[in-house]
């Protein structure tokens, strides 16, 4: 039961990242509306930090790490640096 709830909350926390990386880079540009969304898509990429964590198999959860979080947070972060010194 633990297990499956860990699952859906990964899946939730992933779409959720996906579609605010997604709508950030593809509808908004480079405008504050996506720096909010950039804000935004922390806490579901903290959650999925979290339950990524919790999931048995060693191969799975470094490859959901590297490849989701820490490229997400990578382009994220140069894209909103970029937005802010635009702005500013």
Avoid: D, E
Avoid at 68 to 85: D, S
């Amino acid at each position: 039961m633990k297990l499956t709830i860990n699952l859906v909350g990964l899946c939730i926390s992933m779409l959720l990242s996906g579609w605010c990386l997604g709508m950030v880079h593809f509808y908004y540009g480079n405008s504050l509306q996506s720096a909010a969304l950039m804000i935004f898509v922390s806490f579901p990429g903290l959650a999925g930090l979290y339950f990524s964590t919790k999931i048995k198999s060693a191969k799975v959860r470094w490859l959901l790490l590297v490849i989701n979080y820490l490229f997400a947070t990578y382009f994220n972060v140069f894209q909103f640096l970029f937005i802010l010194f635009q702005t500013f």
